[in-house]
């Protein structure tokens, strides 16, 4: 029996469920604006994305949910493009901002994901992962319920996401805000 496609059932309304944000402290935390390319890995339909246009040169949304990506496209000035985040369709060192959020504990491999993730950096680039902090009991429920509802979402704890990147000359980060995390790594020059 083939898997459910979760994310394609809810990429026509998934932006009426989840708003897209303002006042965002991605902004601020990811080091924007800049000249160069962003990456939105696992941004879905661009919610994120969306509101970073024009602190960019080019923004790229990658996803593996074409339904999801479809919805991206109808947005102006973004990118978008289907892949999974183990295996990106991208050359080396080429984005100066990376983002995902919210996405890290769908991803099928996390680990190959980060080396996707750190390949794709441009020298002197910086990847921010937010991701709800299992450490919360709130995100606790949450994960449990994505299991419940067969979405075989894998959580990580921020220290756990960023000892991923422990074998990478990189210098990490974890800033708490709320019930998210946010993985910051800072590629050296």
């Keep these: 029996m083939p898997d459910f496609d979760h994310f394609g059932f809810l990429a026509p309304f998934y932006e009426r ?7 965002d402290p991605l902004h601020n935390i990811a080091g924007l604006p800049v000249k ?4 939105d890995a696992g941004g879905g339909t661009g919610r994120i994305a969306q509101t970073l246009v024009g602190m960019a040169g080019q923004i790229i949304v990658a996803d593996l949910s074409l339904k999801m990506l479809r919805e991206a496209a109808r947005k102006a000035s973004l ?3 289907n892949s999974h985040s183990e295996r990106l369709p991208f050359s080396d060192r080429v984005f100066e901002r990376i983002l995902m959020v919210d996405a890290m504990h769908h991803v099928c491999d996390q680990k190959q994901t980060v080396q996707e993730l750190y390949r794709v950096l441009a ?3 910086r990847i921010v992962i937010e991701e709800p902090d299992l450490r919360h009991w709130a995100v606790k429920l949450i994960a449990v319920g994505e ?11 921020p220290p756990r996401i960023a000892e991923l990147f422990g074998s990478y000359a990189a210098q990490v980060e974890i800033v708490n805000i709320g ?3 946010y ?7």
């Design 36 to 39: 160069g390319s962003l990456l």
């Design 79 to 81: 990118g978008v493009v």
């Design 179 to 181: 019930a998210n995390a």
């Design 123 to 125: 020298p002197g680039g």
């Design 147 to 157: 299991k419940l509802a067969l979405m075989r979402s894998h959580f990580l704890s």
């Design 183 to 189: 993985v910051i790594v800072d590629k050296p020059s």
């Design 17 to 23: 469920v989840i708003k897209p944000r303002v006042n």
